[in-house]
């Protein structure tokens, strides 16, 4: 794609690296063919060529956002679809993500907006308010009905306390900064990222990915300092928030790097993992923080890709069949495929590909609070195809998948369980029977004689 920037503005760093992922472009249009907002509104602006169109005029003359702008940005669920597609290799994560930014700078939102948005940001980064919202939620579920009638904000309200859970589990015995000891001989030292909305919905998580390691050998770290990956307020466009929490966490994980060392930073949110490995291009231009960001970037993993690495044996005698639902975090936008897959088949899960698995579900972050109608549709969409494959539990390795999911589980009246992969893997290992799956009436496995 040509482009005509004044020679003088392209000595911003950021406007820099923008217009070299426009140029990248050629229009050839294979982006359209795998991205959801396309795929449901067909108009060529809520598509990835579409919205670079935008982008380009929006930032090459250095204009303020308009409203048409807003909305179609708006709109993208950041699901990197388009990059998994694309042919020329457009960065477009890096181009959204400043798109934002500049929107954020130059726009003024509706008064109604900008409350909501403030309002998700003030909360759900930290754990201790996100879990007296989702109290408060619970108590308004009744009230559905009447929150769609607010003004502005009706249906938002009524989305946000839709996806509260019916109930919340106990805080983990787990939580805050400490060294999980391996059990037996130590073969690795790594660190865990707490994070934010997943200790509140579903602590059970990192509790499993921390028996799975101990027992493997591996010494886990949470620790001191360290919290929300910054990703929730960063696709809103919040920068400076989103490089805040960014900033506590390289400072928590140097301390660690530089103490008794890291082999790895270990992720279980996918959507969180895509945003860590992005630290590095984060803070590119931050002297204080460039080589520190990029060293926790090269560091940071996936808990399968790690996990991967280790010599994981089955322990109990499995065959459940198993519709893995792959994150957009962790197809896309880490290019994480098959690692996940191949763990669950060696514990001996049968695995089944989800049609459409390139497509999201709609969760993305607040997507499935700020667009509740493209969110609901793509939900529907995702659950109508995971029930093709009659699979008898639903695996996936991001937080924000599996609420959205299980939404539509509840509304259908399904009892079909959905349970993080991580909690598969230590179950099949050795660990206990995931809460989850209790609940649905699975019942424990014996352990294989050896």
């Known amino acids: 794609m040509q482009t005509n920037f004044a020679p003088e503005r392209l000595e911003d760093p950021q406007l820099k690296s923008s217009e070299k992922i426009l140029r990248t472009c050629v229009h050839c249009g294979f982006c359209t063919a795998t991205c959801p907002t396309y795929l449901l509104l067909g108009d060529e602006l809520d598509s990835p060529r579409g919205r670079i169109y935008l982008i380009k005029d929006m ?58 948005r403030g309002l998700l940001a003030f909360v759900l980064p930290h754990p201790n308010r996100f879990r007296l919202a989702m109290l ?9 009905p009447l929150l769609r009638a607010v003004p502005a904000v009706g249906q938002r309200l ?21 060294v999980l000891p391996a059990f037996g001989e130590r073969k690795g030292r790594v660190a865990i990222l707490s994070g934010c909305a997943q200790t509140v919905l579903a602590p059970g998580i990192n509790e499993a990915a921390i028996r799975l390691l101990n027992r493997h050998g591996v010494e886990v770290v949470l620790p001191k300092g360290e919290g929300c990956c910054g990703a929730l307020v960063h696709h809103m466009g919040e920068e400076r928030q989103s490089h805040a929490f960014a900033a506590r966490n390289i400072d928590a994980w140097i301390r660690e790097i530089e ?15 895509t945003t860590v490995k992005d630290y590095g291009f984060m803070f590119r231009d931050d002297p204080a923080y460039a080589a520190k960001a990029a060293k926790v970037s090269a560091m940071a993993r996936d808990v399968t890709e790690y996990l991967a690495t280790l010599d994981l044996a089955p322990a109990r005698k499995m065959g459940d069949t198993i519709a893995y639902h792959s994150a957009c975090s962790l197809q896309h936008g880490q290019q994480i495929r098959e690692e996940p897959k191949t763990l669950l088949k060696r514990m001996g899960f049968v695995v089944t590909d989800v049609p459409e698995g390139h497509i999201c579900c709609g969760s993305a972050g607040v997507y499935n609070v700020l667009q509740p109608e493209i969110a609901g549709a793509l939900r529907e969409r995702k659950v ?20 959205q999911i299980e939404l539509e589980l509840r509304k259908r009246g399904s009892d079909l369980p959905i349970v993080h992969t991580v909690e598969l893997l230590d179950w099949a290992t050795g660990g206990p029977l995931p809460e989850r799956l209790a609940e649905k009436g699975f019942k424990e496995r014996e352990i294989l004689a050896h």
């Open 136 to 144: 408060g939620a619970m108590i308004a579920k009744p009230f559905k």
């Open 259 to 273: 103490g008794e060392g890291l082999d790895a930073i270990l992720v279980t949110a996918s959507g969180c993992g």
């Open 158 to 178: 009524a989305a946000m306390v839709e996806l509260a859970p019916a109930g919340l589990p106990a805080r983990s015995p787990l939580e805050g900064p400490r």
């Open 384 to 403: 109508d195809n995971i029930a093709k494959t009659r699979p008898a539990l639903i695996a996936a390795g991001n937080i924000g998948c599996m609420t």
């Open 59 to 116: 930032l090459e003359g250095g204009k303020p956002a308009t409203q048409e702008v807003v909305t179609h940005v708006d709109r993208c669920l950041s699901c990197l679809s388009c990059m998994t597609t694309c042919p020329s290799g457009v960065h477009y994560m890096h181009l959204v993500d400043h798109a934002r930014s500049y929107i954020n700078q130059t726009y003024r939102r509706p008064l109604a907006d900008r409350a909501m």
